[in-house]
Nanobody, 123 residues
Framework: QVQLVESGGGLVQPGGSLRLSCAAS????????MAWYRQAPGTQRELVASVSELAAGGRPNYADSVKVRFTISRDNAKNTLFLQMNSLKPEETAVYYC??????????????WGQGTQVTVSS
């Protein structure tokens, strides 16, 4: 089994910054694509940013609403994903989720979700 554990959420004022982390552990052979999603109350979960395996030259992708302000990165050696969020807006208050495509063997890949971390942007 594989676990994704997010951390770094919290309360921040508008215009502030937060850095989210997602640590993957368990039966991991290799991790391919990783992504951050968010879900505000009463809305559908939306993709914030994603990145494929960097060793393959993967380029990050961002939702238009967060381009320039958010940066996704990963530490492949530590199976960890990050999201640096700057200039946060109140409407970005949501639960942020980590998602990953994990190879548990050279040929078996499964998609996993973390439990989410709350980000609240408010004065």
């Amino acid at each position: 089994q594989v676990q994704l554990v997010e951390s770094g959420g919290g309360l921040v004022q508008p215009g502030g910054s937060l850095r989210l982390s997602c640590a993957a552990s368990g039966s991991i052979f290799k991790i391919d694509a990783m992504a951050w999603y968010r879900q505000a109350p009463g809305t559908q979960r939306e993709l914030v940013a994603s990145v494929s395996e960097l060793a393959a030259g993967g380029r990050p992708n961002y939702a238009d609403s967060v381009k320039v302000r958010f940066t996704i990165s990963r530490d492949n050696a530590k199976n960890t994903l990050f999201l640096q969020m700057n200039s946060l807006k109140p409407e970005e208050t949501a639960v942020y989720y980590c998602n990953a495509d994990v190879f548990t063997t050279p040929r078996q890949v499964y998609n996993f979700w973390g439990q989410g971390t709350q980000v609240t942007v408010s004065s």
